[in-house]
Structures are given as structure tokens and as C-alpha cells.
């Protein structure tokens, strides 16, 4: 059974520094791309940007190139989204999603929750 | 601003069919036929019910199906249920620099 299983809820500060992880198992981790997906409360989804674990090549959605990094462990078939310095507009629930062949998205995590509070 | 455009909600009775509507341009929707769609339910994560413009996922009802002309894409739903109600989102690839755009998302409200 494919699974994507995202790291717990965070509570941070603005400035702080984070990063979540997505552990992909039931599949072979390096012939799928990894994408991350924003949800802010209330909102809409949001596509943030995409890795292949089989060779880190990493692509960015314009909105979120500079803002967040992301990278991926195929060793131990996790990928990850960070920043640097947390705002509070980064508040929101972090989706992992697995890219099918074409550009649809057939598996996600269960999401992450980060809430950048003073 | 979503970068793909669709009614923030519908409505439809228990038996009926809905359609929702998901406008982009000629940069997305109208060059490809890499549309999906997504089911949301309140507190959940989203799940895949339609691909590449009208393919279902095992285990998806055939009650939904999806098409697209032009630069719009559509997601009809059939015999509506309860358990239907959710939020819907359409997405869909759009070039190598931007790569995928979301709609804004329709709140589908079975009465």
C-alpha cells in the first residue's frame, strides 16, 4: 500500500527556522516525483514545487522559488520542505503529494499543520 | 487570485447533476490535457477523482467524469449524494516555468 507520512504539527516562531518531513513507503521512493502543497486556513490549494528523489532534480512554483527549500533523502525515502526564517503568513497546512505519470497529484500525506506565532 | 478561475459554489439535490466549471487560459487548461480534479472533505486531505481531463482512479465512481473544451474544463457529477458534499479543486500543468495551477476551489452543497 502506497503511504506518504508527513511529521507532526509545529508551533514556531517568526524568524525561526523549520523543516517537515514526508516519508513515502509501499513504492520504490526514487521513480516518483515528490511535490509539496500549501493550504492556508480557510483558503485554496496552493502548488509550491517538486523533487525527483532519484536525482534531487528539484523544480519551484515562481511563488515559492527563494521562499522555501526542498530536498529529499532517497536512503531513507524521505523528502523535506524548509525555511529559513518563518513568517507569519506561513501559517498553513503543508501537503506532500505524489506525482503520478502525468502532472496529477494520485497520492497525498495527511499534511502537516505549521502555525508562526509571536 | 487563483490562477484558474471556478464558481466558489454549487449547489444540487440528493439524484440531480451538478457541473463546475474551471476557467483557465490558453497557457493551461486550453495547451494541455493534464486537468484533475481534486475531493476535499472538511479536516481531510484532498483525494484525486479525475486525471488527464476525464480518466478515474480505481475506486473512483463513475458517477463523476470530466471533459474540457477550450480553455475550460468541467466536473460533472451524477445521482448526487450526501457524501458528496466537499470542496472540489481543478488543476492543471501549465509549461515549464510555472508547471501546475490550482482553481480556486467550489464548495459543492447537497441540499
Known amino acids: 500500500e502506497v503511504q506518504l507520512v508527513q511529521s507532526g504539527a509545529e508551533v514556531k516562531k517568526p524568524g525561526e527556522s523549520l523543516k517537515i518531513s514526508c516519508k513515502g513507503s509501499?513504492?520504490?521512493?526514487?521513480?516518483?516525483?515528490i511535490g509539496w502543497v500549501r493550504q492556508m486556513p480557510g483558503k485554496g490549494l496552493e502548488w509550491m514545487g517538486i523533487?525527483?528523489?532519484?536525482?534531487?532534480?528539484?523544480r519551484y512554483s515562481p511563488s515559492f522559488q527563494g521562499q522555501v527549500t526542498i530536498s529529499a533523502d532517497k536512503s531513507i525515502s524521505t523528502a523535506y520542505l524548509q525555511w529559513s526564517s518563518l513568517k507569519a503568513s506561513d501559517t498553513a497546512m503543508y501537503y506532500c503529494?505524489?506525482?503520478?505519470?502525468?502532472?496529477?497529484?494520485?497520492?497525498w500525506g495527511q499534511g502537516t499543520l505549521v502555525t508562526v506565532s509571536s | 487570485q487563483s490562477a484558474l478561475t471556478q464558481p466558489a459554489s454549487v449547489s444540487g439535490s440528493p439524484g440531480q447533476s451538478i457541473t463546475i466549471s474551471c476557467t483557465g487560459t490558453?497557457?493551461?487548461?486550453?495547451?494541455?490535457?493534464?486537468v484533475s480534479w481534486y475531493q476535499q472533505h472538511p479536516g481531510k486531505a484532498p483525494k484525486l477523482m479525475i486525471y488527464?481531463?476525464?480518466k478515474r482512479p480505481s475506486g473512483v465512481s463513475n458517477r463523476f467524469s470530466g471533459s474540457k473544451s477550450g480553455n475550460t474544463a468541467s466536473l460533472t457529477i451524477s445521482g448526487l449524494q450526501a457524501e458528496d458534499e466537499a470542496d472540489y479543486y481543478c488543476?492543471?500543468?501549465?509549461?515549464?516555468?510555472?508547471?501546475?495551477?490550482f482553481g480556486g476551489g467550489t464548495k459543492l452543497t447537497v441540499l
Open positions: 503529494v505524489r506525482r503520478d505519470s502525468g502532472w496529477h497529484w494520485d497520492y
Open positions: 509501499g513504492y520504490s521512493f526514487t521513480s516518483y516525483w
Open positions: 523533487i525527483y528523489p532519484g536525482d534531487s532534480d528539484t
Open positions: 490558453s497557457s493551461d487548461v486550453g495547451s494541455y490535457n493534464l
Open positions: 488527464e481531463g476525464s
Open positions: 488543476c492543471s500543468y501549465a509549461g515549464s516555468s510555472t508547471y501546475v495551477v
